[in-house]
């Protein structure tokens, strides 16, 4: 089945400092792929998401990036801020099954 | 606002106990899940459904089952829990092809 894999598992930036997160799936036949968010203690929720026939997709402080031949995402965020520390949840799926997740990356934004 | 409400938010069992976490959405979804969150291993599935009545085995059902006796609930049963089951677990809803939307989380600790 499909594997979802994120990198790093973990970072720590400066507050303004922009991060990119990695996730490569194996599947090639999944479709969609959306990414969530989980504030310590709180229920995840998704944050911007990107389907297999585009290859960029921004909103606000977030760009999603797709490669669809190396199976390859990057989430990058500008201009952090503390209220960006959380757990960030890249997931996949085609459209027959359901949502399969990677690890998670834990981001720690420091003033 | 989509909601997604879980019950118990905690609960501590005894090894060998029957377990039931419940689940409510008043998004009008088709479609519900039950994850489950450990430290290392993100979400991974354990049981989803499409429509009342019937449940279908995600990645790692063995030890529960499911059951989704109308549109708007949706339950976990551990009918033996196990050390091994403590961990958090998440019910989510969503459309055919859309983004979860996810309880706040049932924190369950088997001793």
């Known amino acids: 089945g499909e594997q979802v894999e994120q990198l790093p598992s973990s970072l720590i930036v400066q507050e303004g400092a922009s991060v990119l997160i990695n996730c490569s799936y194996t599947d090639s036949a999944s479709v969609y792929f959306p990414w969530y968010k989980q504030e310590p203690g709180k229920r995840l929720q998704f944050i911007i998401d990107i389907r297999s026939n585009m290859e960029r997709k921004q909103t606000q402080r977030l760009t999603l990036l797709f490669d669809k031949k190396t199976k390859h995402l990057s989430l990058h965020i500008t201009a952090t801020q503390p209220g960006d520390s959380a757990i960030y949840f890249c997931?996949?799926?085609?459209?027959?099954?359901?949502?399969?997740f990677g690890t998670g990356t834990k981001l720690q934004v420091v003033p | 606002e989509a909601a997604v409400t879980q019950s118990p938010r905690s609960k501590v069992a005894v090894t060998g106990g029957k377990v039931t976490l419940s689940c409510h959405q008043t998004?009008?979804?088709?479609?519900m899940y039950w994850y489950r969150q450990d430290t290392g291993h993100g979400l991974r599935l354990i049981h989803y459904?499409?429509?009342?009545?019937?449940?279908e085995k995600g990645d790692i059902p063995d030890g529960y089952k499911a059951s989704r006796p109308s549109q708007e609930n949706f339950s976990l049963i551990l009918e033996l829990a196990s050390l091994s089951q403590t961990a958090v677990y998440f019910c989510a809803s969503s459309s055919n092809t859309g983004q979860l939307y996810f309880g706040e989380g049932s924190k369950l600790t088997v001793l």
């Open positions: 998004n009008n979804h088709d479609y």
């Open positions: 997931s996949a799926t085609n459209s027959g099954t359901y949502q399969r």
């Open positions: 459904s499409y429509v009342a009545d019937s449940t």
